[in-house]
């Protein structure tokens, strides 16, 4: 009787074997999401083992395929600190991505603010301009920002060209800094400015004592965007720089090259060197990160 009952559930679709089989199908499409993400850990990973494996390597191992180094050597990073004018590169990277995020924080944040909180005229036609610059190659303006750094250069007191402003003010205004800030401005309460007002504060000092301190979470990831926007940049320095006095530490790599092949040990020591301080910089600010990336967006 028993049997017989249960073969009339099932044939019945009766509740419990509705959920008995959700049930499975839910476990079954859970061990798919954890085996996606396990091979896409492996994929994300595999390139960053190898580096630093190879960065360990002699030079015959790394061009040999090898995956482990048969002894560490640890010199490599001495050798590719030193081969590769890192000392300098360093200190110029550090000036440049310093100067560059110092005027983003302002630029992005004032504009920003005036898109989510201020009326002027042709607001959100401006705002969709600026918008569109994110659909641009980068390639495509190196030219006019080439032109345009020229000419102030010969019209200014200090060249920019071979010198800090060719480096950093072009970037200084991200299109896309301007827009995650802006997405997150637009999501404080019409009534912390009312507030504000009938204490006398004007926009600036709302902004400054009010609106920042809350945004944080998002001042952060401005911070990073901006960070490794700068640091890890190499085409426009190459371009506006004809000497090593202000070029980037991205360029050492380059001096692992030469007519009779690539150093891959040295070069990966060197790659190890040049995504450390962005790696503690993301580990640092991480959970700041995650929040502004999370809650920006929610409210146009």
Known sequence: ???AKKAADVFS???VSVVGSRSRYVDVWIWFSYFVLVVGIIVAVTPFFWMISASLMTLGEATGRAILPATAQWDNYQQAWVIGKFSEYFFNSVQ???ITIAGQVVFCTLAAYAFASMGFPAKNFLFALLLTTL???E???W???FITVTWLGRIGPIPWVNNWPALTIPFMASAFNIFLLRQFFSQMPPDLWDSAQIDGAGH???LLQIVLPISRAALVTVIIFGFVGAWNSLAWPMLVTNSDEWRPISAGLQHFLDEAGSYVHWQMAGAVITILPILVLYLVA???FTEGIATSGLKG
């Open 1 to 3: 009787m028993a049997s």
């Open 13 to 15: 679709g009766s509740p």
């Open 96 to 98: 440049i991505t310093a």
């Open 135 to 137: 659909m641009l190659p």
């Open 139 to 141: 390639a495509v303006t």
């Open 143 to 145: 030219v006019p920002n």
């Open 204 to 206: 600036l000092r709302y």
């Open 286 to 288: 991480q959970k700041q």
